[in-house]
């Protein structure tokens, strides 16, 4: 059963499509042009960026949610907030997480209601607007996945919605895209291993790229994305 929740988490009907993440402005540009730059941009990401800070905070999340510990939970929403470089990534997050908690506080699922706090206490206690990585993390506490799965659904995820813009936005083939997702299996399960690892003062990330590129596409002259 937990395989199946990490699944139905993982590509819940969230919203991600709708957001490149900077990458409609890099291909407008032409940093980014092929299966090949589109994979060491991801698998950069991956290693340095923003998206494994946003991974240790989704087991941070199941932690305290799965303790019953609000105020840890408070702290690292508003520290997720606090960290998206650009308006553009912050409304991103939590649109998305606001669309997670919505759906998961609609779903009948027994397995809820063992956890300590109720849901909907969780989700007031991180705070409104809550970030979608907290959110990812309360939804994985619900239906107990462990840590190490958790940040591993969380990253593919990411992977897989980027993949998925590239294929559209370069443009490349639905096997492309596919070859590209498998390539990148080794990274996120490293960064995987690596994210769990972090202490508290050891969060930071090399992210400034694709902080350049979420504020150039506000002037983009055409856009598909929101981000």
Known sequence: MTLLYLLQLAFAPVG??????GLEILVETGAIDSEISLKNWLQNSLQFGAIRIEAALTARALKAASAGDLTSLSYWNDWATAAKETEELRLQSWQMGRTLVRLLLDLRSPAISQLKVPVKELVEAAGNPCNFAIAFGIAAAAWQIEAETAVLGYLYSWAANL????VKLIPLGQTAGQQLLLDLHSQISCTAREVLQLE???LSSCSWGLALASMAHETQYTRLFRS
Do not use: I, L, Q, V
């Not at 993949?163 to 590239?166: F, L, N, Q």
């Open 200 to 202: 508290d003062d050891d």
């Open 16 to 21: 991600a499509f709708s957001y490149s993440e």
């Open 163 to 166: 993949a998925s813009a590239g």
